[in-house]
């Protein structure tokens, strides 16, 4: 009614994509729509099949996670979009994640046993964000320096 869009209640828009090649054609699509800003609030690719079957025309290991990573980072800084989340930090373990699928278990930066992936480094030294400003103190580790278990 009255011509009003979901993107007119909100203060930014945001997407998923796990499909690299197509991240640039996505956000000029949506900039077509909206001058807000715009977070690609989640993406990835998994580094294993988790034994599914291999899927044709689709290679999960780390250098495949790396260089759709790498792309996905310059496509969207190539438009200047607010930021980028990646699903998922740390690869599923222990606990219940055996009701987790397969691949699904695989998207991280840090595998189960808690060494970092090469795609780790392609956001530590080619992402870097603006820092959010806050008052909020806490005693609460923000890396893993602190946290026990953690190989580096």
Known sequence: PGGLRMLDFVDFASFHTY????????????KGWTEKP?????????????????????????PTQSFLYESMLRDAA?????GVMQWTLWDYWGGKTHLVPGHERYFGLVRQDGTFKPAA?????????VPLPSETRTDVPLDTSDVPNVRR
Do not use: C
């Open 78 to 82: 190539g438009h200047d979009i607010a």
């Open 19 to 30: 499909d690299a090649g197509t991240l640039s054609a996505q956000v000029s699509a949506i």
């Open 38 to 62: 715009i977070l690609l609030e989640e993406m990835g690719w998994p580094t294993a099949l988790g034994g599914e079957q291999p899927r044709p025309n689709a290679t999960f290991d780390e």
């Open 121 to 129: 480094a392609v956001f530590k030294e080619r992402y870097s964000a």
